[in-house]
């Protein structure tokens, strides 16, 4: 086999066989060749064009990079400027030039040349631009040199415009003056403009001034910014134009940047200048120093978009490279141009039929043969489509279009005509993007590669209609392995449509996710994403904690330490932290991405590495969290589909989103995650529903199955995690919790028999309660017993019969047997307690899952009952220690006495079980917070009214307790009317208050007279008391009232909810909870303790709602699940269907449908029509010629006079025929060369005389051909032909014969001579003289073709379809582009090519000679080949060598050769294919050698 290195991607080189003409050779800017947006993203969310410092940075880069050009002599010109005055040659006025051009001493020619007379300046115009009276919108402008390199442009579109790097180019061009279209031509080209630009994140790239079509476009644009939200972003459209055709171009300069500069469009005044369009966002204004001279731009417009389509866009690891794409719309012989030029450099162009002139030209002929395409047709379509200018067009005009027309038609792949209505086409976004699939399906690329390559154009675009209906066809079998990098870029980009598709594809998740994947997709969230801030600040803490010099890299433990914070502590890591020998056995290595030159990622996170391994139970699990976490509600609905555990799935999710909303800052985002949260929950609660219907039993398992994929988790405690009261409140899980409520008996028996057994237990062996397992009743009485009194339901009512008795006894104590030695009733009060103390002790620090103390401690004082048993407690220890000391017992019996309020309080807990009771309690705790901020409202007033009233009142009172009283309390009992009598000086009374304060039991007198009257202003007190009690009593206890009302009338709309959701808390309590009462309690934790901490044995499982299931009941009870999720989304699907609204918008669609068919179909009659009447007219045409010719042969020949010719009718027309776009014309005309052809002779600038095809053999007479000569000058020319075509230097060449060691015989037969030049075999070229050729007449060449069969892994042929597959040798040097066949011209005597010596190093030479002596001749003859002229041409020589055997030695001797050759040569085996990377003269001997196999190909 071929070692990996041989077969790598190798630099391009430049080689003299058939390569394509190239028009111009482009800049580049090495380290923009890779781009991404994200980098401009954040620029543009940052405003980065907005601020002051943005201006001013554009203000200091743009000059100091950004050129113009002005002219820096003035030299009078004979034309006079619209307005009369003098102008330079330059176009422009003396007023508009420097100081320096009106020196005549600077030069001294009277010519004026561009070259020297105009010179390069900073630029002065850029900035924002403003256009006055058209609204507010602001774009971006800026003059440049039409030398300036495209990357620097570039750069500054991306770099300091803030522009994303685009998906797509789309350069529209066409007329520039005004024509008409038809309306619903225009509104299609309108819609479908703006929505492949929308769609695809493209940039639209035109004239940009007001007029043709540019002013379509921006009219397109327009429109859309008129209709659409902020949400959908806006349209890139910029417009090249040229500075010195711009009209109020002057309002633009700035030599410090307009921010903004005001630009008004007058079409008026413009004259021959043009107004730039206000509904382009850029502009590019190109300056070669010159006023009114038009196509300025056209130049650096080329370059520009041909840089832009050779860099490389990366994202969500997959590359592509940008695509451009060529609309056109009418037009001239400029636009003509332009779509040659296009197709020549390979780029697609779609032709929008009806638009006029150019663009319907070529539409009309587009599907003829290219034999057919003539220049009589092309005359003929001329004289129609170009009728006001038809004139002005010559014989050698037409020519020429007629042979660019040629060519153009001739490249099918790359052309597209847009017809309306026909060929299913009815938007031209469907047309452009399906023209640059068809390009890139007729690019040099293997199969595969090929399909992947427009796969990744589709999902950059974002279009999955294209990639269902173009690319997911019958034509292309796609692996699911093959998906996966373009997976990875529909996650990373959100684009669920095409997640969707890839599912459907036949991607399994289980393959698809691995470490690796996950790894990458963290790596990759948002950087505005919170769970991403997450991420960042545990990397960060983990830095801290271990002192390391850089944050370490994102592990999934990261993920999971984040995870658990969001899920609940009540669950396990979901990705372990690996130990140190698993990690060094699991690498996590970093997703290299490096794309090729096909744009083509070499390494991708979901392919080749040590992630492969399975370490994921659930991978659909680690995609949902991993959407979810994002708030991507399409992406993650997709998945959640796909989800087998989907009710725990559904929980989970709406545990993260609403502990993540408590986080977010934003309230859209808060909203978004609510909604989204609330929108899982009822998915849990729809899948429930029909798990519940079906089967109640398994519905209940469900709830409490321990799910291992969620960190050993339960349904039941995720969504008491996330309190979701609507799920837990749903009628099964409520019968789940009453089943466990009433334990081992059935559910069916009263609270009253219950009761009375619970005082009456020997009634429970006679029947009086049922038992819901049928076993227990003919069972011992210590089975019934055990059954009975381990039910939460007896042990609930049993422990409110102890604490009852508990209260009595306290209170007993409290009111008549509170001693000052204990009785023995307060002793039992002590044990009692102390029952009480060791179940709290065990509720502490009970840990079923492994907790640990702080974190069990956190969840016993989140409880607020637990706080208030722990009060309770406290304060009564508080009591007792004082109760013991003599000194301090009655203080201790106070203590003790609010502590019983607690315990009295404790009973609310209780008699929440109360379906009555439950949800008032309820509301009376939401009712307390109220309260709260009530009394904080209330305390405002009171204390400045009583602060007010003691300062007026009373002077310097100095004992505190009365202070306390004055302001505080007297001012709170006034609320409720006892108001204080000395505020009035009528019910003034002396003896009610003591004169100085003395009095500890009066308070001190308001201040008074001599007569012992107060002296106080009544008037204000009175005042004040009036807006108090105003504000207290109407405002502030109203305000209460409404607030309670609330809360009540919130609670109370929830309240069964709210109670069913907090009856969890209690039964689960009592379901683990000792069976005996306090203070009985003490037995079983003495049995607790005997069992810990004296044998040491291990602790049971305590009891729990979990249940752990066997794995295959576990995966039969997920596989019921799963079947009804399914039946649960097809109920939802129908419901939505049925839903009134969605009816009347499939109504509308509908409607909307209806009537594009009737108007396409009114398109496609008249269309019909049209063409029948043009086949007719042809007919008609055609049959009278012939007829004509009849009568004259008729005539000649004596038979009939003038007057006996009969009037001619013309036959039935005939249907258009359309031919097919990879028809191959037959004939004569067929055989003609087309590379030798080609206007632009490569690796120079020589344009060559058009040769239509009609035109090309020497027999047909060519009047007006009159071809250049060009000869290039080449090194060592002394083994060269001559340079000149002089009788002296052609008079020692002997054509037709040997001549000395050079053969100048053609392998065709004897050639022509003319002036002592041969003439080429095949027909003019275009062009004389001998070109880069070294030989005037054949130049002969040997092609090696070395093929073997292409093998299976366990070496049997591999096949496509019934025929066998091919290898061939190939090679490819530093300067080409493409892939060659070793082989090339023979120098006189050599017996090898010097490419192939080149190639293989000296040695191997022989070898290689021996090797070829025993091939066969596959072809000998012309080559048509780019290099071919009038005067000289290659001929070669194909010779086959097939090594069939595997282990032939002559395949080993191959083998050596590709090992042994130079470093700097690549060679390797080329699976033989119609789109392999090949030269096409190459692939034509190839073809030829297929056929004699009977090979694929």
């Known amino acids: 086999m071929l070692p990996l290195e041989l077969n790598g991607v190798c630099p391009d080189e430049d080689d003299s066989y058939g390569v394509q003409p190239k028009i111009c050779d482009l800049e580049m800017v090495p380290n923009l060749r890779h781009s991404n947006s994200g980098f401009c993203k954040s620029k543009r969310k940052a405003g980065f064009a907005a601020g002051s410092n943005d201006k001013e940075n554009l203000s200091s880069w743009i000059p100091g990079n950004i050129r113009k050009k002005a002219c820096v002599c003035f030299v009078k010109s004979a034309q006079m400027s619209d307005t009369g005055r003098v102008t330079c040659e330059c176009g422009y006025p003396r007023e508009e030039h420097l100081e320096e051009a009106m020196k005549p001493s600077l030069f001294l020619e009277k ?200 860099q490389t866009k990366v994202k969500g690891g997959v590359a592509i490279t940008i695509p451009v794409v060529c609309v056109v719309l009418e037009g001239g012989p400029g636009t003509l141009d332009t779509i040659y030029n296009a197709i020549t450099n390979g780029t697609p162009c779609v032709i929008v039929e009806g638009s006029g002139r150019v663009a319907d030209v070529i539409a009309q002929v587009a599907n003829r043969p290219v034999p057919e395409v003539t220049i009589a047709l092309i005359r003929k379509k001329l004289s129609v489509l170009f009728c006001d200018t038809y004139e002005l067009f010559t014989e050698g005009k037409i020519v020429e279009w007629t042979k660019k027309i040629q060519d153009i038609v001739r490249s099918r792949q790359l052309l597209t005509v847009f017809r309306e209505g026909k060929d299913g086409q009815q938007d031209v976004d469907v047309a452009i993007l399906q023209a640059l699939l068809k390009a890139a399906r007729s690019h040099d690329r293997s199969g595969r590669e090929n399909w992947d390559h427009q796969l990744k154009l589709a999902v950059a675009w974002n279009r999955v209609d294209i990639a269902r209906s173009e690319i997911f066809t019958d034509d292309h079998e796609w692996k699911p392995a093959d998906l996966h990098h373009v997976m990875m870029a529909a996650l990373i980009a959100d684009k669920p449509d095409f997640v969707r598709l ?30 991403h801030g997450k991420l960042q600040k545990v990397l960060l803490e983990e830095k801290e904690a271990s002192a390391w010099a850089k944050a ?161 988790t339960t349904c039941l405690q995720l969504a008491l995690e ?357 203070p009985f309690i003490l037995l079983n934790h003495l049995q607790l303790f005997v069992k810990r901490v004296l044998l040491r044995q291990r602790p049971k499982r305590p009891k729990q709602l979990k249940e752990k299931l066997e794995k295959n009941e576990e995966a039969a009870l997920l596989s019921w699940e799963m079947y009804l999720k399914e039946n649960y989304l097809q109920h939802r699907q129908s419901q939505e269907k049925q839903n009134m609204e969605q009816k009347i918008r499939d109504i509308a669609d509908r409607v909307d449908e209806l009537a594009e068919l009737l108007d396409l179909d009114g398109v496609k009659r008249t269309g019909l029509v049209e063409q029948r009447l043009s086949g007719l007219e042809e007919q008609v045409s055609q049959s009278t010629k012939t007829l004509a010719w009849i009568v004259r042969a008729l005539r000649g020949n004596g038979f009939g006079s003038e007057e006996d010719v009969p009037p001619l009718v013309a036959s039935k027309a005939r249907e258009p025929k359309e031919y097919d776009t990879e028809e191959t014309p037959q004939g004569p005309a067929a055989l003609c060369h087309v590379g030798a052809r080609h206007l632009l002779y490569p690796s120079s600038s020589a344009l060559r005389f058009p040769v239509p095809d009609e035109k090309v053999p020497w027999e047909v007479t060519f009047q007006l051909y009159d071809p250049p000569f060009y000869t290039a000058d080449g090194q060592g020319a002394a083994a060269q032909d001559p340079l000149t075509d002089s009788l002296e230097a052609l008079s020692g060449i002997n054509f037709n014969v040997m001549d000395g060691a050079i053969n100048r015989q053609s392998f065709h037969g004897t050639y022509a001579i003319q002036n002592r030049l041969p003439l080429n075999p095949m027909g003019r070229t275009g062009l004389r003289g001998r070109g880069s050729l070294r030989r005037f007449g054949p130049n002969h060449a040997l092609h090696p073709i070395v093929t073997r069969w292409r093998r299976n892994v366990d070496g049997s042929i591999y096949r496509k379809g019934l025929k066998k597959m091919l290898e061939v040798f190939v090679v490819k040097c530093p300067s080409s582009e493409h892939w060659a066949l070793p082989g090339g011209s023979l120098e006189p005597g050599e017996s090898l090519p010097r490419k192939l010596k080149q190639v293989l190093r000296r040695e191997l030479w022989p070898q290689f000679q021996i090797l070829l002596s025993q091939g066969v001749e596959a072809y000998k003859g012309y080559v048509d080949d780019p290099r071919n002229t009038d005067n000289a041409w290659v001929e070669t020589v194909a010779v086959h060598v097939h090594l069939a055997d595997k282990n032939d030695m002559q395949l080993n001797l191959v083998n050596v050769f590709l090992q042994a050759s130079k470093p700097e040569t690549c060679i390797r085996w080329q699976l033989v294919d119609r789109r392999m990377p090949l030269y096409t003269n190459h692939k034509e001997l190839l073809q030829r050698v297929t056929v004699l196999l009977g090979a694929h190909y």
Not at 280 to 286: A, C, G, P, Q
Not at 513 to 527: C, G
């Open 502 to 531: 890839f599912l459907e594809q036949g991607v399994r998740l289980k393959e698809f996710v691995t470490r690796d994947t996950l790894v990458y997709l963290y790596e990759n969230l948002a950087p505005s994403s919170l769970f």
């Open 111 to 310: 010519a004026w040349d561009p070259h020297k007379h105009v010179q390069e300046m900073p630029t002065d115009a850029f900035g924002d631009i403003s256009f006055v009276g058209l609204g507010p919108k602001v774009g971006k402008y800026v003059r440049v040199s039409a030398d300036t390199p495209p990357g620097l442009i570039y750069q500054l579109m991306t770099q300091h415009w803030g522009l994303d790097v685009p998906n797509l180019l789309i350069s529209v061009t066409g007329g520039a003056k005004n024509f008409n279209m038809r309306p619903r031509l225009k509104n299609i080209f309108r819609r479908g403009l703006v929505k492949v630009a929308q769609t695809t994140g493209a940039w639209i790239i035109t004239g940009g001034s007001h007029a043709g079509v540019m002013k379509q476009v921006g009219e397109a644009v327009r429109d859309f910014s008129m209709s659409s939200s902020c949400k959908e972003g806006e349209i890139v459209t910029i417009g090249i134009a040229t500075w010195g055709t711009v009209h109020n171009r002057g309002s633009l300069v700035c030599p410090t940047g307009g921010f903004p500069a005001e630009y008004v469009v007058d079409e008026d005044s413009q004259g021959s200048l043009s107004c730039l369009d206000s509904n382009h966002s850029h502009f590019i204004l190109v300056d070669d120093g010159t006023h009114g001279r038009y196509g300025v731009e056209i130049p650096l417009r080329t370059r520009l978009e041909k840089f832009i389509s050779r």
């Open 552 to 712: 370490p890299r994102l592990q999934l433990h990261h993920v999971s330490q984040v995870l658990r914070e969001l899920l609940g502590d009540a669950t396990q890591p979901l990705y372990p932290k690996p130990k140190p020998v698993e990690r060094h056995r699991l690498p996590i290595a970093v997703p290299h991405i490096k794309p090729n030159a096909q744009g083509m990622s070499h390494r991708s996170p979901s392919k080749g590495s040590a992630g492969r391994v399975a370490f994921t139970m659930d991978p659909v699990r680690d995609l949902l969290l991993w959407a979810v976490v994002q708030s991507r509600k399409e992406l993650a609905d997709i998945i959640w589909a796909q989800s087998q555990d989907c009710i725990v799935a559904a929980l989970g999710c709406s545990r993260i989103l609403k502990e993540l909303s408590k986080e977010e800052d934003d309230t859209d985002g808060v909203e978004e995650m609510l909604a989204l949260a609330e929108e899982y929950e009822h998915r849990a609660i729809g899948v429930f529903t029909e798990c519940y219907r079906k089967d109640e039993e398994r519905a209940q398992k469900l709830l409490v199955r321990v799910s291992e994929a969620w960190g050993k």
């Open 722 to 1078: 996330a309190k979701n009261m609507n799920f837990v409140s749903h009628g099964g899980v409520q019968a789940f919790l009453t089943r466990v409520w009433w334990g081992q008996l059935c559910v069916d028996n009263g609270l009253w028999r219950v009761t009375l057994c619970t005082l009456l237990f020997p009634l429970i062996y006679t029947g009086f309660v049922a038992f819901r397992e049928k076993r227990l009743h003919p069972l011992s009485c210590l089975a019934r017993t055990r059954a009975f009194f381990t039910a939460p339901v007896v042990i609930f009512h049993l422990n409110i019969l102890s604490y009852f008795s508990f209260l009595l006894l306290f209170a007993y104590v409290l009111v008549t047997d509170f001693q000052a030695t204990p009785s023995w009733r307060e002793y039992v009060i002590y044990f009692w307690l102390f029952s009480l103390v060791c179940e709290e002790t065990r509720q502490f620090v009970r840990d079923p899952d492994g907790f640990g103390l702080l974190k069990m401690a956190s969840l016993y004082f989140s409880d607020f009952w637990n706080k208030l048993d722990i009060c309770g407690i406290v304060i009564f220890l508080a009591g007792l220690t004082c109760r013991w000391i003599p000194s301090t017992s009655y203080p201790g019996r106070i203590i003790m006495s609010l502590a019983f309020i607690i315990f009295c309080l404790r009973l609310m807990h209780i008699f929440t079980v109360s379906k009555t009771l439950g949800p008032k309690i309820i509301i009376v705790k939401r009712m307390m917070k109220d309260v709260f901020f009530f009394l904080f409202l209330l305390a405002v007033w009171v204390v400045s009214f009583g602060v007010a009233k003691q300062a007026i009142l009373i002077h310097n009172e100095e004992r505190v307790d009365w202070i306390f009283r004055g302001v505080v309390y007297h001012s709170y009992l006034t609320i409720f009317g006892q108001i204080p009598s000395y505020i009035d000086g009528v019910n003034f009374n002396l003896e009610q208050c003591s004169p100085n304060g003395t009095d500890p039991y009066k308070p001190k007198c308001p201040e008074s007279n001599q007569d012992r009257r107060p002296i106080f202003p009544e008037w204000l007190t009175v005042i004040l008391l009036c807006l108090y009690l105003l504000f207290t009593n109407i405002l502030l206890l109203n305000l209460l009232i409404a607030m309670f009302n609330y809360t009540f009338q919130q609670v109370q709309e929830h309240t069964d909810q709210i109670w069913k959701f907090q009856r969890h808390d209690l039964i689960e309590e009592y379901h683990g909870r000792p069976a005996a009462p306090p």
